[in-house]
């Protein structure tokens, strides 16, 4: 199992580009969700999924979407990017019986 | 409101130094602590699970406890390759994550 991945693992882009991230994961895991890593701050939750065709907001959403058409696949979708987004972005997923989330390895996001 | 706060921020050890560091929390509605290891570039990895008060966990050289107001990860004769963050997350109806403790293990 590869786990859960993300690509790319760091972009650049200029204001007002959009992107999207890449989040997949092989563990048949109903759960999926998007964190961003700031310095000095803990993780927060971006937006998360209890299985595909079903979303909602966490702790700071604006600025992103997300879509989940299939169990395997959570993509983050930065419409509009603006330099508040620089940040480190995480994907998790785990089962809907386990508290426990495995993490990507990350997006390391600069918004110029 | 909900809150996690851990500490020291960073940790200097020598190795073979044994130390402990702290995650103190005020949730409404505790379902679970988490503690996990991050290293520089990476995604955290899970550790360790706690329910309840009394609760303890152990994984090599790792040990995480738990009583009603905080949590400890004791570090037993830490090795330079235990060197990482180290993540506090506490589950009340959402994931609250603390800030880390950096971790420094020399040889």
């Known amino acids: 199992n590869a786990g859960v991945t993300q690509t790319p693992k760091f972009q650049v882009l200029k204001t007002g580009q959009s992107m999207t991230l890449q989040c997949a994961q092989d563990?048949?895991?109903?759960?999926m969700s998007w964190y961003r890593q700031d310095p000095g701050m803990g993780l927060r939750l971006i937006h998360y999924?209890?299985?595909?065709?079903?979303?909602d907001q966490g702790e700071v959403p604006n600025g992103y979407n997300v879509s989940r058409s299939t169990t395997e696949d959570f993509p983050l979708r930065l419409l509009s990017a603006a330099p508040s987004q620089t940040s480190v972005y995480f994907c998790?997923?785990?089962?809907?019986?386990?508290?426990?989330?495995?993490f990507g390895p990350g997006t390391r996001l600069l918004v110029l | 409101e909900d809150q996690v706060t851990q500490s020291p921020e960073a940790l200097r050890l020598q190795e073979g130094e044994s130390s402990s560091l702290n995650c103190s929390y005020t949730?409404?509605?505790?379902?679970?602590l988490f503690w996990y290891r991050q290293d520089p570039g990476k995604g955290p990895e899970f550790l360790f699970t706690?329910?309840?008060a009394g609760e303890e966990k152990e994984k090599e050289r790792l040990k995480a406890t738990l009583t009603k107001k905080e949590s400890f990860l004791h570090i037993t004769a830490p090795k330079p390759e235990d060197s990482a963050t180290y993540l506090c997350?506490?589950?009340?109806?959402?994931?609250?994550f603390g800030t880390g403790t950096r971790l420094q293990v020399f040889p």
């Open positions: 563990m048949n895991h109903e759960y």
């Open positions: 998790a997923s785990r089962n809907w019986d386990s508290q426990t989330q495995y």
């Open positions: 997350a506490v589950n009340t109806d959402k994931l609250i």
């Open positions: 949730v409404s509605g505790l379902r679970g």
């Open positions: 999924s209890v299985g595909a065709g079903i979303t």
């Open positions: 706690l329910y309840s």
